[in-house]
């Protein structure tokens, strides 16, 4: 284990976020709510920004034990656990209110959640992240708009598949990448919820978000294993809390930004898009 210098074993959490982003503001709760029952033992320490590395990379950090949790997209877990890809399948959920109702379904999730044990983690909650769209460099309104583009996915097959399945060409990268990658016309666009044109700033450089709603991907913080089962009974209950308290905080923040940033990338001059879903839909759904 690794020890401050004060006897503490510090915690490290990695993210990809910045600061004001609702996953930062989950965690802070989640620091608060340990070190509030369990300072004397525990230092917890929240990386954002992609400083201990991508999603990909931290994921490998806290199977190894090097880092103790991690957020990331269940797009990312799935080269680790197939499990995950479940997921990915566009238009999995029929609308938000159904999503909502599974990730709440507490027996249903731990089987998905402890599945990864074999892997060196296991996830300990969800963390909401809304609808995934696309946003471009140019208008989209129907599937014909996006034949020809080059977006970015997330480094994973089926998010692959389902750019392909479109008609346009997938372009995996780190999350970091996109904005550059955007402004320098290397790709045309992306897919995202609305709080990457604010918080990551893709609205400067992408002028068209479009509500194909093909996915709702959850956000995961997942721990490594071995760090939750050397953890005693009552450390871990505290723990397992402060993971519930760290969704509740963060679910809370999301709706409250997803408002206040659809009225921010207006007024940077982003166009938001209501197209008929269900054309999109059939491109995708067999």
């Given amino acids: 284990s690794i020890s401050g210098t004060n006897g503490k074993r510090i915690v490290r959490i990695a993210h990809s976020q910045s600061e ?29 920004n992609e400083l201990l ?7 490998e950090l806290t199977q190894t034990g090097a880092i103790d949790f991690v957020v990331c997209s269940t797009g990312n877990l799935e080269t680790c656990d197939t499990i995950y890809s479940v997921f990915s399948i566009p238009y999995l959920f029929s609308s938000t209110e159904a999503y909502h109702k599974v990730m709440e379904n507490d027996e249903l999730m ?61 372009a995996p990268m780190s999350f970091g990448e996109v904005y550059t990658a955007i402004q320098q016309g290397v790709i045309d666009g992306a897919e995202n919820n609305e709080l990457a044109l604010t918080n990551n700033k893709h609205g400067e450089v992408a002028k068209y978000y479009i509500y194909d709603q093909h996915q709702m ?48 990338a207006e007024e940077m001059g982003v ?16």
């Fill in 110 to 170: 731990k089987s998905i959640y402890e599945s990864t044990k074999a892997s060196g983690f296991q996830t300990v909650t969800w963390l909401d992240a809304g609808t995934r769209n696309f946003y471009a460099t140019t208008p989209i309104n129907t599937p014909d708009d996006l034949k020809g583009l080059k977006l970015r996915v997330q480094q994973s097959p089926s998010n692959v598949s389902m750019v392909k399945a479109f008609g346009a060409a997938a």
């Fill in 271 to 286: 166009q938001f898009i209501y197209p008929d879903v269900s054309l999109f839909k059939a491109k995708v759904v067999d």
């Fill in 20 to 48: 004001t982003h609702p996953d930062h503001i989950g965690l802070m709760a989640f620091e608060k709510y340990v070190e509030d029952r369990l300072g004397d033992k525990y230092d917890v320490q929240i990386y954002p």
């Fill in 53 to 59: 590395g991508s999603s990909v990379k931290t994921i």
């Fill in 217 to 264: 991907v959850p956000d995961m913080l997942i721990g490594n294993v071995k760090f939750l089962d050397s953890l005693s009974p009552e450390d871990r209950k505290v723990f397992d809390e402060a993971a519930v308290e760290c969704t509740r905080v963060e679910r809370e923040s999301w709706d409250k930004q997803v408002v206040e940033t659809k009225k921010q």
